[in-house]
């Protein structure tokens, strides 16, 4: 199992210092959420992404997906939402991320509306997807919160080069169960957000083991198919702590170690490994 963590957590913190940060708390990767107020997003010249490219690899932390807000379900024009994605891939393929994340944004729209827009603009930008080495991952979120929607859509399109996020605290908040949400994403998983939170209705950022989230039974799910040492993209856990949108909560930075402690401590327990014990 290999441990990315979503810039999300560190809001308005240099990529540099995430990097380092990130590294000594012992993940291996990054999710980069890619906005204009972010150091990363899709108006950087070559030269700039040449220098984010620098400073995650000189701390030894792999770009893992970038955290896109191309809303592919939305209604409207095709045309915006497919430039949109394709900036976001050609961006990741330019920093080596193997992911882009995007919304659904469905809204109002009846839920045939919306899977059918989402799997029509996501099979238009498949097949550069795919010459760009970058998989476009439609993130179980609003209008498509649960795993069986998302994977509707990914069904319907079929390229393997479109996959799905699990957000694993929207599944959960929809109604299933992990191993209900594993098994509808099986085939399209591309990797899992582990969240923690006081209750489905409270969804204040919590370090992974301090909520209610069963977050045990979405490591059980994902290692039940994942082979120990194999570090596909579907065995990657990536922690999105949302302090970004919750000033209040802790910054992140002082609990990457325990929390990677805790989640490994979670997949020895779900591949039978013994238990981890302190240094």
């Not at 240099?14 to 291996?28: D, I, K, N, Q, R």
């Not at 994340?101 to 509306?113: A, C, K, W, Y």
């Not at 919590?206 to 977050?215: K, M, N, S």
């Amino acid at each position: 199992m290999r441990l990315a963590f979503s810039t999300l957590g560190m809001p308005g913190l240099p990529l540099s210092e995430v990097a380092t940060l990130v590294a000594g708390g012992g993940f291996h990767g990054v999710e980069l959420r890619v906005h204009p107020e972010e150091p990363v997003h899709t108006g950087l010249r070559l030269t700039q992404r040449v220098d984010v490219v620098e400073e995650f690899k000189e701390a030894g932390v792999e770009i893992l997906a970038l955290a896109g807000y191309a809303r592919v379900a939305e209604a409207g024009e095709d045309e915006p939402v497919l430039d949109e994605v394709r900036a976001l891939a050609e961006l990741a393929r330019d920093l080596g991320a193997r992911a882009v994340r995007v919304f659904p944004g469905g809204g109002e729209q009846s839920q045939e509306e919306a899977d059918a827009t989402a799997a029509r603009r996501l099979a238009r930008c498949a097949p550069l997807a795919a010459d760009l080495g970058v998989r476009l991952l439609l993130e179980t979120h609003d209008s498509h919160a649960s795993a069986a929607a998302a994977a509707r859509v990914a069904a319907r399109v079929d390229h393997p080069s479109v996959g799905v996020l699990w957000d694993t605290l929207h599944t959960w908040r929809a109604g299933e169960t992990p191993a209900e949400s594993y098994t509808a994403l099986h085939g399209h998983l591309g990797y899992t957000q582990v969240k923690d939170a006081p209750s489905r209705e409270d969804t204040t950022p919590l370090p992974p083991g301090e909520g209610t989230v069963p977050l045990d039974e979405v490591v059980r799910a994902v290692c039940a198919s994942e082979p120990p040492g194999e570090f596909g993209t579907g065995a990657w856990l990536c922690w999105e702590y949302e302090k970004r949108w919750f000033a209040e909560v802790p910054s992140a930075a002082p609990l990457l170690a325990e929390v990677a402690r805790h989640l490994r401590g979670l997949h020895a327990s779900a591949v039978g490994e013994p238990p981890l014990t302190e240094a």
